[in-house]
């Protein structure tokens, strides 16, 4: 990646780290849910 191009907005760059941490995001949510038994709605309350 050169100078010239900036790392925000619909950049590769960009979207490959958010493509990663909403996958990161979504492992999480599943093993807090295996682990205390309850959906994420739950635990926050909402149902």
């Known amino acids: 990646m050169?100078?010239?191009q900036g790392k925000f907005g619909f950049?590769?760059?960009?979207?490959?780290?958010n493509g990663r941490l909403a996958m990161l995001g979504f492992v999480i949510g599943l093993a807090t849910e295996y682990v205390t038994g309850?959906?994420?709605?739950?635990?926050?309350?909402l149902m």
């Open 38 to 45: 309850q959906g994420i709605l739950s635990q926050l309350g």
């Open 11 to 17: 950049t590769r760059f960009a979207e490959n780290w």
């Open 2 to 4: 050169t100078e010239e």
